[in-house]
């Protein structure tokens, strides 16, 4: 009897290629926000980005199984919309990997006092062997990891959720109306929070159809969901308002955050939770990205999948990362924004494009997985990738409410 890859291995990949970014990212973004808001943006996102991926894995109907981007967007619409697709697939995960790299070298910097360069190369060349590997090794890996990242969550959050101070999360609900508008500036950091499309193809791959697929994406979403909702309660409820001015002038780096966190809590070893807790979910977004990554750049350059192939889409996958985060290392944060931004294209955008073209070809007719809704649920998913990149465009100009401490 043949093996059925389980749902829950790919629910842990699409969590961890998630929770890396949003979780470390989150707090710094939704600071001006705050709790309510903050939590509203975050809960919106995932329903469209959850919609969108379905949308994607419908689009794959009727291809081989390891097709991407490339081969479909370029079929259902042309070459000129394609190029643009690529290049901004591969600008988000590349910025990304980046900064996932700069993050975890800083991290592993403070831990061992080893310099953070060498500590990103060392990771870097590492971690990125268990995707050269195999999906199967990223499958078992991230379940370890979520495992990890559930464990020192759970311990670190207790000790967080035992002094969150009601004052602090709500902050005069009365006034929490004027902090509307910075969710505004939050929504590409929710946006990157659920990037998990680049691996669509690779669920689908793995399970060899699109319905189980979509369960394993909707479980990752939900996931993922869970661990912010739970994490920024806990983030805002013991870290006041103001102490955020550092962080974000530091450019949201984790290591930043951290430290502010390290501040407020008094036991050691809930901060030491904490740090195992973020070297976790950086690790496992960074292999849950590389996999994306690796499989799109296979699909692209029509590498094999042997040991020559996989070293050539490996190379082009985290070589480039690497080598930016070595020369020019910068925020956190800024980084999370620009993949957000860029990421609106094919994550709210080419995916119901390329739905709403199967559909007019098949019509009702059409056989297999359907992502849910008709041309209104396409609309509202193009609407939301639209306003998120202006918001962003928005921000960089200075036109947005900016919280700054």
Not at 128 to 142: E, L, N, P, Q
Not at 175 to 196: C, I, K, Q, R, W
Request: glycine share 12%.
């Amino acid at each position: 009897m043949e093996h059925k890859p389980s749902l829950v291995g790919g629910a842990c990949i699409i969590a961890g290629v998630c929770v890396g970014a949003g979780m470390l990212g989150l707090p710094s973004a939704g600071a001006g926000a705050w709790a309510l808001w903050s939590m509203l943006a975050v809960a919106l996102t995932m329903v469209v980005m959850t919609v969108s991926g379905w949308m994607l894995l419908e689009s794959y109907r009727g291809y081989p199984l390891r097709v991407s981007f490339d081969t479909v967007t370029r079929d259902l619409l042309g070459n000129k919309v394609n190029a643009l697709n690529n290049l901004s697939v591969y600008f988000v995960g590349g910025i990304l990997l980046y900064a996932y790299i700069t993050s975890a070298g800083l991290i592993i910097e403070g831990m061992t006092g080893l310099g953070s360069q060498w500590a990103s190369v060392l990771f870097t060349l590492g971690f990125s062997f268990v995707v050269w590997h195999s999906t199967r090794a990223v499958d078992r890996i991230s379940i370890l990891l979520v495992i990890l990242m559930g464990l020192s969550f759970a311990f670190g959050i207790s000790g967080m959720s035992m002094n969150i101070r009601l004052d602090l999360l709500l902050d005069r609900v009365g006034s929490e109306h004027s902090y509307a508008p910075y969710a505004l500036v939050m929504l590409p950091v929710a946006l990157t929070s659920f990037g998990y499309h680049h691996s669509v193809s690779s669920m689908r791959a793995y399970y060899g159809e699109e319905r189980r697929a979509s369960r394993a994406i909707l479980g990752g979403t939900v996931i993922a969901l869970a661990f912010y909702l739970i994490w920024l309660a806990s983030v805002f409820g013991n870290l006041p308002r103001s102490e955020f001015g550092p962080v974000i002038e530091q450019g949201g780096n984790v290591d930043a955050l951290l430290k502010a966190l390290g501040s407020v809590i008094e036991s050691e070893a809930v901060a030491s939770a904490l740090n195992a807790f973020s070297m976790a979910a950086i690790l496992s977004s960074f292999i849950g990205v590389g996999l994306g990554v690796f499989d799109y750049l296979a699909d692209l350059f029509k590498f094999d999948n042997d040991r020559g192939g996989r070293t050539k889409s490996w190379a082009l996958t985290f070589l480039p990362p690497l080598l930016l985060s070595l020369l020019f290392p910068f925020g956190f944060l800024v980084a999370i924004g620009y993949a957000g931004a860029v990421a609106t294209l094919w994550t709210c955008i080419i995916p119901p494009l390329l739905a709403w073209k199967v559909r007019s070809a098949q019509g009702d007719k059409g056989e297999g997985f359907r992502a849910p809704g008709g041309v209104l649920m396409i609309a509202l998913v193009i609407l939301f990738g639209v306003l998120t990149a202006a918001f962003h465009l928005l921000n960089m100009v200075g036109w947005l409410p900016a919280y700054t401490g």
